[in-house]
Nanobody, 119 residues
């Protein structure tokens, strides 16, 4: 069983920064990539960023390019999201997900951490 635990959320003023952490535990075989998603109240969940476990290739949603940076620590089985220049529209519950090799949909999800950006 794989567990994902997010941390680092909170309340910040517009223009501020936060760093989210996603810690994975359990037996993870053939990890392909990890990703961050977010969901604001009344809206559908949207993709934020992803990183491949081997090679560290990254991809970002247009809305966060240049402001957010995704990274990972393979030894710690952890992933991070550095969020700078935060905007009120970044307010959402941020969750991480794991994609295993050979699958096309994310296999495991965390519960999420709330990020609130005040104007």
């Amino acid at each position: 069983q794989v567990q994902l635990v997010e941390s680092g959320g909170g309340l910040v003023q517009a223009g501020g920064s936060l760093r989210l952490t996603c810690a994975a535990s359990g037996r993870i075989l053939k990890l392909q990539s990890m990703a961050w998603f977010r969901q604001a109240p009344g809206k559908e969940r949207e993709f934020v960023a992803a990183i491949s476990w081997i090679g560290g290739n990254t991809v970002y949603a247009d809305s966060v390019k240049g402001r957010f940076t995704i990274s990972r620590d393979n030894a710690k089985k952890s992933m991070y999201l550095q969020m700078n220049s935060l905007k009120p529209e970044d307010t959402a519950n941020y969750s991480c997900a794991v994609l295993l090799s050979g699958t096309s949909e994310y296999d495991y999800w965390g519960q999420g951490t709330q990020v609130t950006v005040s104007s």
